[in-house]
């Protein structure tokens, strides 16, 4: 068995570095709040840099919020770059810039180590059953001996192209979360203020075409009222970011994805940024002057 290295244990990687340690993974990890308690006694080593953890692992994971702090993690003082040897593999978990992802893997590569991009989908829930969608890009060769590392954290992986392409299909993957959670905020919210039992529809349309995780997990939020954040409305905000600042790069338009995020802009400016991202329905009921679930 390969010996692993975790740095950044959120929200996500938390649960998704436990899941190594229950499959019997040799953990060595790093986090700057430092590493909880319940992880080491589940056997994880606490190390007090990055670059400590790559004297210990062949493979080091990265889940950490954004661009600017993949790039801590690998080339700041005491970074993974100060400790990388050949043979070894750095797989970037995080949600970040796709062509910032393929200057970071060329920098890695110089130090003789190989690069994966892999970001998730699924996530606090998906994170702690071990069922992530983990979508990858980099070389074949260097997918196949981390695979077995992947099937520990996901149930879904797949190795999409080369090195960026990971983020890319994250980038899309975020695009249509936000657009339907956006629809699903919409039609509840009419049939609220119609006077109908959002709940009930909800249910109806489980059976039906409209049928989505986003329905079942993210409707059942919005009727329930409960916001608490698996997925932060400021991360996905980032995501957004990413995903249109890439297309205005390839001339490609998307206005329903602006829209999506003007939407998570208001919800910023009421105080929502660590809010759960479906909660990008409390902006459309500010413009119906209407909550879900409220008497008519």
């Known amino acids: 068995m390969q010996k692993a290295g975790f740095i950044g244990l959120g929200i996500m990687g938390k649960p998704m570095a436990a899941n190594l340690l229950k499959n019997g993974v040799s953990l060595a990890a790093f986090t700057r709040s430092g590493v909880p308690d319940d992880l080491k006694q589940a056997g994880a080593v606490a190390c007090d840099s990055p670059a400590a953890v790559a004297a210990h692992a062949d ?5 950490v919020p954004d661009t600017p702090d993949v790039e801590r993690v690998l080339f700041d003082e005491q970074g993974l770059a100060d400790a990388l040897r050949p043979g070894q593999t750095v797989v970037d978990m995080s949600s970040i810039s796709p062509m910032a992802t393929r200057e970071f893997a060329a920098r890695v590569q ?7 991009d892999a970001p998730v989908s699924g996530g606090e829930v998906g994170a702690k059953a071990g069922s992530l969608t983990i979508m990858v890009g980099g070389k074949q060769a260097s997918f196949d001996r981390v695979k077995p590392l992947f099937d520990m954290m996901g149930k879904n992986v797949t190795l999409i192209g080369d090195v960026g392409a990971g983020q890319v299909c994250k980038v899309a993957n975020q695009v249509i979360v936000a657009a339907t959670i956006e629809a699903v905020g919409e039609a509840l919210l009419l049939a609220s203020k119609a006077g109908v039992d959002p709940a009930r529809v909800r249910e109806a349309l489980m059976g039906g075409f409209a049928s989505s995780r986003i329905l079942e997990v993210h409707g059942e939020r919005m009727t329930k009222r409960t916001f608490d954040p698996g997925f932060r409305i400021e991360l996905h905000q980032k995501d957004l970011n990413l995903a249109l600042s890439t297309a205005q790069s390839l001339g490609v338009s998307l206005p329903n994805t602006a829209t999506c995020q003007a939407l998570f802009n208001a919800c910023v400016a009421h ?5 759960d991202h479906s909660a990008m ?3 459309l009921e500010i413009l119906a002057n209407h909550e879900i679930g409220q008497q008519k």
């Open 110 to 116: 110089k130090h003789g180590a190989e690069y994966l």
């Open 271 to 275: 105080g929502g940024k660590a809010w």
């Open 281 to 283: 329905v409390r902006a």
């Open 59 to 63: 493979v080091i994971f990265i889940m």
